[in-house]
C-alpha cells in the first residue's frame, strides 16, 4: 500500500482508514473512522476508531484513538461503525463490537455496544448496555448502529444491520430498536426489508422537506452505496431509477448536515498490490461529496463548495475538438503540472457519436492512460484504462446526454484518486495504480467532441 501524499483525500500514514461516522460540533465537522493498520504482525489484530476534524474538507486536523480496541478475548476487538448522538447532556457512541474469535466459543460475534464522552475525545465504554441479536436472527450480523432522536414519538430510535438465522443469501435488512434512556433497547418494527441484499451495511436516516432518505450500502459484489425514499418514517421506501451515490469506488458512505447543507462521507479503496486488475481492499481514502435535493425529492451530489473555493485557477486553456467519423480521435489539452489539480470544461458532441471522453494520468505519446468515457447511446459514463482491459466492474454511472447539451464537467486528481463531477449532480471515483505521465487530453470515436470553457487548477 502506497503512501501518497494526499491532498484532498484523507489517508492515514501507513494504515488506512474505513467507514468514516459524521458528526457536527463548534463549527467542525469530527470525522471518527476505523483504522486499519493493515498490519497485524506488527500492530496487532484489531480495529480501534480515531478521529480527524476538518471545517472544509481540505485541510484535516489529526486527533488520535479515541476507541480503543478491546483485547482478544474482549467482545470489541474490532470497533466497527456506528453513530455519534448529542443527548441527555452528554455525547454518546453506539457502535460494533465485532469479534469473530467468539463464534469458536459459541457466543455471538457481533454485538451493539455503547460509550459516552464530555468532551468527543475521551471515550468511557459501557460494556453493561451491549445487546446481541434475540433468538431467530443471524447472531453473527447484527451491527452499524444509527440512533436518531424522534421528536415526535418522543424515544430515540436505532437503525441496524439484521439477518434472519438461517434465511436465503438477501435475507438482510435493516432493523430498528427503540428506547427512552439509550441504556435499554426494544426490538421495533423494521424499518426496510425488501430481500434483496446479504445486508444493508451502514444505514443513516434523515429528513430533507417532506422526504424522509434512508442510506444504506449494499453489501455484494457490486458495493455500492444507494439510497431510498419516503413521505414517512414507516414506508413505503421508494427505489429512484438511479439510487445510487457513485460507482463500485465509494462505500459505506454516511452523511450528516452543518445546518447549511448535507453532505456524505465515505471512502475509496485500495486496490490490492496496488494493481489495477487485483481486487478492492476494504478501506482507503476519505471521500466527502455534498448531496442536494431535486424538486421531485432525489438526491444529487457535487463538490463540497468549500472544496471548490480552496483552488486557485492556473490558466485557461483554447477549445479544442476531436473529430473522426471511423475511429479514434484524440487532442491533447494540457500537461498538469502536479500530481494535483483540477480541470474544468463544458463538453459537448455531435449526432451519432458512438463514445468521447477525457483521458488523465496520461502519457500522449504511447495513448497509456485512464479514461472518464461518455456512452450517449447507453446513456452512461465508465471509467477504465485506455490500453488494456482493468478489473472495472461498477465503475460506471447513468448520465442522460443528449447532442444539444453541455455537460459542465470539473475533474479532480490527487495522486493516485480521480473524481469526475458531471452537471453538478452525477459524481463517478476511481483510481489510477498505475499513471504512466501527466498530460490530459480529449478524445472522441465514431463522431466529434469540443471541449470548451478549459480551465486548470492548483491547490
Not at 469530527?30 to 484489531?46: N, Q, S, V
Not at 444491520?161 to 435493516?174: C, D, E, L
Request: proline content about 5%.
Amino acid at each position: 500500500m502506497k503512501d501518497y501524499p494526499y491532498r484532498l483525500f484523507y489517508k492515514p500514514k501507513g494504515a488506512a482508514a474505513a467507514d468514516f461516522i459524521p458528526f457536527h460540533h463548534d463549527g467542525k465537522f469530527r470525522l471518527f473512522y476505523l483504522h486499519d493498520w493493515r498490519d497485524p504482525a506488527k500492530h496487532g489484530e484489531g480495529t480501534p476508531w480515531y478521529l480527524i476534524e476538518t471545517d472544509d474538507f481540505v485541510r484535516f486536523e489529526e486527533r488520535g484513538e479515541v476507541i480503543a480496541r478491546g483485547a482478544p478475548d474482549e467482545p470489541d476487538l474490532f470497533i466497527f461503525t456506528g453513530s455519534v448522538i448529542r443527548a441527555l447532556g452528554r455525547f454518546h457512541i453506539f457502535y460494533t463490537a465485532h469479534n469473530h474469535h467468539m463464534a469458536e466459543r459459541g457466543r455471538p460475534v457481533e454485538q451493539i455496544a455503547h460509550a459516552v464522552s464530555d468532551d468527543l475525545i475521551h471515550w468511557e465504554k459501557r460494556p453493561q448496555d451491549s445487546f446481541s441479536a434475540t433468538s431467530g436472527f443471524d447472531p453473527d450480523n447484527l451491527r452499524d448502529p444509527f440512533v436518531f432522536y424522534d421528536s415526535g414519538a418522543k424515544l430515540y430510535r436505532m437503525a441496524c444491520v439484521k439477518r434472519r438465522a438461517g434465511g436465503a443469501y438477501t435475507s438482510g435488512f435493516t432493523a430498528q430498536y427503540v428506547s427512552d434512556d439509550l441504556l435499554s433497547w426494544r426490538e421495533a418494527e423494521d424499518i426496510w426489508s425488501p430481500q434483496l441484499f446479504h445486508t444493508h451495511e451502514c444505514p443513516d436516516l434523515f429528513q430533507i422537506g417532506d422526504w424522509w432518505y434512508l442510506i444504506y450500502s449494499e453489501y455484494s459484489d457490486r458495493n455500492q452505496t444507494r439510497y431510498v425514499m419516503s413521505k414517512s418514517l414507516t414506508g413505503p421506501w421508494l427505489m429512484p431509477a438511479d439510487d445510487s451515490f457513485d460507482g463500485r469506488a465509494f462505500y459505506a458512505a454516511k452523511s450528516w448536515s452543518d445546518g447549511r447543507g448535507r453532505f456524505l462521507f465515505g471512502w475509496i479503496p485500495t486496490r490490492d498490490g496496488d494493481r489495477d486488475d487485483r481486487g478492492w481492499n476494504w478501506g482507503g481514502n476519505l471521500a466527502v461529496t455534498e448531496l442536494w435535493q431535486r424538486p421531485d425529492g432525489t438526491l444529487a451530489c457535487r463538490m463540497p463548495g468549500s472544496a471548490g473555493r480552496a483552488w486557485t485557477r492556473l490558466r485557461t486553456e483554447a477549445p479544442q475538438k476531436a473529430e473522426r467519423a471511423d475511429g479514434l480521435d484524440d487532442r491533447l489539452l494540457f500537461t498538469a503540472p502536479s500530481s494535483t489539480f483540477r480541470f474544468d470544461a463544458s463538453l459537448s458532441f455531435g449526432r451519432g457519436t458512438h463514445a468521447f471522453g477525457l483521458v488523465v494520468g496520461q502519457d500522449f505519446a504511447s495513448k497509456q492512460g485512464y479514461r472518464f468515457e461518455f456512452l450517449p447511446a447507453e446513456g452512461r459514463v465508465r471509467f477504465g484504462r485506455t490500453d488494456r482491459c482493468i478489473h472495472t466492474q461498477g465503475l460506471a454511472r447513468p448520465l442522460a446526454m443528449a447532442p444539444d447539451q453541455r455537460l459542465s464537467v470539473k475533474l479532480v486528481v490527487d495522486c493516485d484518486i480521480c473524481v469526475i463531477y458531471i452537471n453538478d449532480e452525477t459524481v463517478l471515483s476511481a483510481r489510477m495504480c498505475d499513471v504512466a505521465g501527466s498530460d490530459v487530453s480529449l478524445y472522441t470515436v465514431g463522431g466529434f467532441a469540443e471541449a470548451e470553457d478549459l480551465a486548470l487548477y492548483t491547490l
